[in-house]
């Protein structure tokens, strides 16, 4: 054999190993449910690390001297600059919720999995990021917005030595994340951009459970006022018996056993419809949900500002009014409170809606698209980067725990966050790999600028 034929059969293999490495970078091989949920048990970072995945616990401080926790995790085999992601959660929940689906489903680590420098903030008053009782009672989604994103943002850029960072929000987390590009003009320029899913503003129109819980909660605050909401922060035991013994495990078999009224259940709580009927989300995962994740503490004063928002249809920050009159919590004008303008809001974005929701109705959803019109990008999939997945029933919860979400938006997602970054800077081209995505669940919708 000659020397030329030996030296390009030895390209060739080496081009044949990258191919090879490529792959195995781009893609997990999950596990059976079993084995995740025994991992899952003894900690996140325990989990994460199975996975090849290297992590920290991280922590920084507000102005107002609260402590937050932050998931920390990121590909060590991965050489190079990491473009930090910070993620950003709903309501109920922590940190944990982005890593409770199966890894393939999972936008955190398949991003941290491909060379993103990926991060996790938990909200003050949350499982990992606690604060005392008299803390509790004063703290709203404004002290979210304003003080916890903030001091995250700061801190992993002061770690990472980037001057800006990706952004992803789910549900509160949308809220939390708009309320502070709008009012503090100068963190647009530390956004590079903003995936926000199924975000929450206003609950215009309630129904279902959270109808009646408005009700309750209407009823209890009139009579008891602010009595009532330093019984409901102080209550640390909402949803803890949830998480205790092998309670998540029974209702893991219990979905298997009867999956009829699993059916059931999902569709009442995030359909308002007490009705079988296919859904997309992953039975697999309900005990490591459930364990750990989801649901976890909440705040009374949030509850209040929602309301606030509900019963106003303004998305706008709290007002303290109700302390003097109760029953003006549920008034349509409130003269001490301020909308937050959404057209001061600079940073690109990209938004993804569900197309069966129990919180945001198609008008919420327009609403918001349009007051977001001029900040989404563009690109070969849309002249506006507003998606609704077009999957039957795709429900508000879906983007966490749905059983097809890397074909459905994940994978997709994160090509849109690497040619993004890369059309920034090309030198991330060589580190960031390119990975299959579908497009096809995800319907382009429209949006006509506020002016």
């Known amino acids: 054999m000659s020397c030329c034929s030996i030296e390009i ?3 060739c293999l080496l ?13 997990f091989d999950d596990r059976p449910w079993d084995e995740d949920y025994s ?8 989990f994460i690390r199975s996975y090849g995945l290297a992590f920290d616990w991280e922590y920084t401080m507000t102005e107002d001297d609260c402590t937050l926790a932050l998931h920390h995790l990121w590909n060590p085999r991965i050489k190079g600059p990491k473009i930090p992601v910070l993620f950003v959660h709903a309501l109920i929940a922590d940190g944990d919720t982005w890593f409770v689906s199966k890894p393939s489903n ?15 903030l938990n909200y003050r008053a949350t499982s990992y990021s ?20 903030p001091a995250s943002i700061d801190y992993v850029l002061q770690r990472t030595g980037y001057p800006s960072l990706n952004l992803v929000s789910m549900s509160k987390g949308g809220f939390v994340s708009l309320a502070l590009l709008s009012t503090r003009p100068e963190y647009n320029a530390k956004v590079r951009l903003h995936y926000t899913m199924v ?10 459970w959270i109808k009646y819980f408005l009700e309750f909660h209407r009823f209890m605050v009139g009579k008891l006022g602010d009595i009532y909401m330093s019984l409901f922060d102080s209550n640390t035991l909402y949803f803890d018996f949830l998480h205790f013994w092998e309670f998540p495990l029974f209702l893991q078999r219990l979905a298997d056993t009867l999956p009829g009224l699993e059916q059931r259940i999902v569709n009442w709580l995030w359909d308002a419809r007490f009705r079988r009927g296919h859904i997309n989300m992953d039975r697999e995962i309900i005990s490591k949900a459930v364990k750990r994740g989801f649901p976890t503490k909440w705040f009374g004063r949030e509850m209040i500002q929602f309301s606030q928002n509900t019963f106003s249809g303004l998305y706008r920050r709290y007002s303290p009014s109700w302390l003097a009159d109760p029953r003006s919590v549920y008034r349509s004008t409130l003269p001490d409170s301020r909308p937050f303008d ?4 600079k940073a690109p974005h990209i938004m993804l809606q569900a197309n069966t929701e129990i919180f945001s109705t198609p008008a919420d959803n327009e609403r918001i698209r349009n007051e977001l019109c001029h900040t989404f990008i563009s690109g070969p999939r849309a002249s506006k980067y507003a998606f609704e997945v077009s999957v039957p029933n795709f429900q508000h919860v879906d983007p966490l725990v749905g059983r097809q979400n890397a074909e459905i938006y994940v994978n997709a997602i994160y090509m849109t966050f690497r040619d993004h970054d890369i059309s920034l800077n090309k030198t991330f081209a060589k580190i960031l790999p ?16 506020i002016r």
């Open 9 to 11: 059969s030895f390209l």
């Open 15 to 27: 081009a044949l190993q990258s191919a090879i490495g490529f792959r195995q970078n781009a893609v």
């Open 39 to 46: 991992l899952w048990k003894q900690g996140t970072d325990v």
């Open 106 to 120: 999972s936008l955190a680590m398949v991003m941290a999995k491909n060379g993103y420098d990926v991060w996790a």
């Open 130 to 149: 606690p604060i005392e009782k008299h803390q509790y009672v004063n703290t709203t989604i404004d002290d979210n917005a304003l003080k916890d994103l």
């Open 199 to 208: 975000p929450v503003t206003a609950v215009t129109q309630p129904r279902g």
């Open 342 to 345: 959404l057209s001061r809001i």
């Open 434 to 449: 390119r990975i299959e995505a579908e497009w096809k669940y995800l319907v382009p919708q429209p949006c006509v600028p």
